[in-house]
């Protein structure tokens, strides 16, 4: 089950009318996703404003050619449908997967085409688009640069450290878990570098669990 919803509990669902879960074990309150679920088993559908990865699909105009048309290879089975149009996701090679949405009134069966506004936004959703159809066409698909290894790294250590400092963890404990018990006893700890790495990982963690996670989802460009 996907859920076009924010991980931001303060905020409301991005679109109504949405299936959800309700659990009387909890307190009685609805779920987007079943909460018995862990985080490997779940897809989250984001709303393509923020994820400017998500291709949108149209349809074909008459002057365009159809006949080599690759939307027949798009695994649209699982495909939920509200307002917008119907949301599915197309997995690739790697285990990762690109989000699509085909637009309403737009039949599943047609050839379609991708739909790209003229913004600052048309980069992103240019190399989206680019590992769909390298996928597509069975070719090397190209990384998906808006997380690169160092970003998930850093944000994966943002988070230990915000979790260590929520338990009551000081800062030396927290840097002696991300960098080594050795690194951090080779240096006085108030004077030392470490110490500020850390406390950066933390406020920039704790930032990120204020909503600022949803800037994983974009590149990081000059407008």
């Not at 992103?124 to 069975?138: K, M």
């Not at 000081?170 to 080779?186: D, Q, T």
């Not at 470490?194 to 204020?210: E, W």
Request: charge should be positive.
């Amino acid at each position: 089950m996907t859920s076009r919803t924010s991980w931001h509990f303060n905020e409301p669902p991005l679109t109504a009318n949405r299936s959800c879960w309700h659990s009387a074990s909890d307190g009685g309150c609805n779920f987007a996703i079943a909460p018995t679920l862990n985080a490997t088993q779940t897809t989250v559908t984001w709303s393509p404003e923020l994820d400017t990865s998500a291709v949108l699909l149209t349809s074909t105009p008459t002057i365009a050619p159809t006949d080599r048309n690759l939307s027949r290879l798009l695994d649209q089975a699982r495909a939920e449908t509200d307002e917008f149009g119907s949301f599915f996701h197309h997995v690739l090679p790697d285990g990762d997967a690109i989000q699509v949405l085909r637009l309403a009134s737009v039949g599943a069966d047609e050839p379609l085409s991708a739909l790209i506004p003229l913004d600052p936004d048309a980069l992103d959703r240019l190399e989206a688009l680019l590992r769909l159809v390298q996928s597509l066409l069975g070719r090397r698909v190209a990384e998906d640069t808006r997380l690169t290894h160092q970003k998930r790294r850093r944000a994966r250590h943002m988070l230990q450290a915000v979790d260590g400092r929520v338990n009551g963890a000081s800062y030396r404990e927290i840097g002696s878990v991300i960098y080594g018990r050795e690194r951090v006893a080779s240096e006085p700890w108030k004077t030392s570098a470490l110490r500020d790495a850390t406390i950066d990982l933390v406020k920039d963690g704790l930032a990120m669990i204020a909503g600022g996670y949803r800037n994983l989802l974009r590149h990081r460009r000059r407008r």
